[in-house]
């Protein structure tokens, strides 16, 4: 076979020794087969399997979609989320963009260095956390950022490390948004003016809509999102077609909401929003995708 060696990486980034079940990995491929954003879930189901993904495991997929092993690469290494090293069952990422450094990141990513007893960019002894750095993740404004196992935490401390460290291993996410009382509704605002996005004067489930400015098709109108979490809701100006990306932005001061997160599940970018009270709301931009994650501080 004849591989375009320029664009895979060199072997010291792959682990070679490595023991794959052929047929779970068939059985991921089968069943995402033809799904809109397929190659995508399927190395994120393999990544949830192994940790990482194995290059064995990439050659399989590679032979069995019919996408060739740079294409396969293309996409593990493009996005941030996928490994092709082994790494830690949770992953914290310490953003370093200047808002954040400005703001105290160093002291912040200091301080789990001291406590994991690893630099950044390695994994623990007991393959329990991965450090690492990332250069900016669009919530400057509430800098310092630290994602752990995609959930997002903002305006860090050094003395929050060790209570990250310690819900990151007890699960937080799936605590908090079981017993937060203030899931429902949400209130949010513009990430560049931090305007209110709620609007009193149009009403979805019997709440203040969430109004945003959408374009797609060259044609620019309102859309309005229920603001209760879990419901998907809306009323918008003009129809957009199914799976159709579309840019938000804010009524306010126009700016469009970007985020540097695509959807795990359709590729598509995120819209990110702030919610009131401390934390963030993402939803993805694609029409008929449900994904959303919601992450309070
Ligand atoms: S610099 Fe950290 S989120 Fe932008």
Not at 35 to 51: F, N, R
Not at 98 to 115: L, M
Request: proline share 4%; glycine share 8%; with cysteine.
């Amino acid at each position: 076979m004849i591989r375009d060696t320029a664009a895979l990486p060199n072997e010291e980034d792959v682990c070679l020794q490595e023991s794959v079940d052929s047929k779970a990995i068939l059985r991921i491929i089968e069943s995402h087969n033809g799904e809109l954003g397929g190659l995508i879930a399927i190395l994120e189901e393999i990544q949830a399997e192994y940790g990482y993904l194995p290059e064995k495991s990439l050659r399989i997929v590679s032979d069995k979609t019919g996408c060739s092993m740079v294409d396969v690469y293309g996409v593990a290494t493009f996005y941030r989320s996928f490994s092709l090293k082994p790494r830690g069952k949770h992953l914290i990422l310490v953003c370093l963009g200047t808002a954040c450094h400005v703001r105290g990141a160093p002291r912040v990513i200091e301080e789990f260095e001291r406590q994991l007893g690893i630099k950044a960019g390695q994994t623990t002894e007991d393959k329990e956390f991965t450090l690492d750095t990332v250069n900016c993740l669009g919530a400057c404004a509430l800098g310092p950022v630290v994602v752990i196992d995609g959930h997002y935490f903002s305006k860090v401390r050094k003395s929050r490390v060790s209570q990250l460290l310690e819900g990151a291993q007890n699960g937080f996410g799936k605590l908090q948004i079981e017993k937060d009382k203030r899931i429902f509704p949400l209130h949010v605002s513009c990430p560049h003016c931090n305007r209110s996005l709620n609007d009193e004067t149009f009403t979805i489930d019997g709440q203040p809509s969430i109004r945003v400015t959408i374009s797609s098709d060259h044609k620019q109108g309102w859309l309005r999102l229920s603001c209760l979490y879990g419901s998907y809701n809306f009323a918008s100006e003009f129809d957009v077609s199914t799976e159709t990306a579309v840019s938000f932005l804010c009524p306010h001061c126009g700016v469009e909401f970007t985020s540097t997160l695509d959807c795990s599940v359709c590729a598509a970018p995120m819209v990110p929003m702030l919610v009131d009270g401390g934390g963030i709301v993402q939803i993805c931009s694609r029409r008929g995708c449900k994904n959303h994650m919601l992450d309070l501080i």
